[in-house]
């Protein structure tokens, strides 16, 4: 067996494991730490693939932004573990379902000319000076440049539509008004009172 293959049954061994432990574990802390480590094996998959942009992404925003916000998100709020495990079995017939579909999808793409090993071509060795990231980026910017501005239009409308949601006023709720703050006076928090000496007698 060659070395690539080698490496590669590896790593995607240990990213079926974590993938599997993500949904398995009990503790939501351990969960999140599965999904970090298989974050990491489908990176090196990627690198395998000469993905390099892609792979040094998904450690830095995934792993390094979204999962260390999970992390503490789930650390410092006490989670009570014992209602997200009550409609566990009122669900598994559905998951089952979809989990059977799923196969079946996978299997029928899977049998497919597309992955058929005698027609798939010799892997393309590249130049030294290849970059992945110039051919990403141009792919995007003239084959997928609709799809690519559409996506990121949505992004938009959805980070508008969280702000919104977020800053929105709702009864009971105590807000500061930042403006009010700033323009105040030592004059109107402070009042000094003078008042005349008692002696005890």
């Not at 590896?10 to 494991?17: D, E, G, K, R």
């Not at 059977?100 to 597309?114: F, N, P, Q």
């Not at 992945?132 to 409308?157: C, H, K, M, Q, W």
């Amino acid at each position: 067996m060659a070395f690539e293959k080698l490496v590669f049954y590896t790593f995607a061994t240990i990213l079926v494991y974590a993938a599997t432990r993500v949904i398995t574990v009990r503790n939501p802390v351990h969960a999140a730490l599965h999904l970090v480590l298989a974050f990491f094996t489908c990176a090196a998959l990627w690198m395998l693939l000469e993905a390099e942009f892609l792979a040094i992404t998904l450690v830095l925003v995934y792993v390094g932004a979204v999962m260390v916000l999970f992390l503490f998100v789930v650390m410092m709020l006490d989670i009570n573990l014992a209602p997200l495990r009550e409609g566990f079995m009122k669900y598994l017939p559905v998951g089952l379902l979809v989990a059977g579909l799923m196969m079946v999808e996978m299997i029928l793409v899977l049998r497919s000319k597309s992955f058929d090993a005698a027609s798939m071509p010799e892997p393309l060795r590249h130049a030294a000076d290849y970059s992945n990231t110039r051919e990403l980026g141009s792919v995007l910017y003239t084959d997928y440049v609709y799809p690519f501005e559409i996506a990121s239009v949505i992004l938009v409308v959805a980070i508008i539509a969280a702000i919104a949601l977020t800053m929105r006023k709702r009864p009971g709720t105590k807000m500061q008004n930042p403006a009010e703050q700033v323009k105040v006076r030592s004059q109107d928090r402070i009042r000094v009172l003078k008042m005349e000496a008692e002696s005890k007698d």
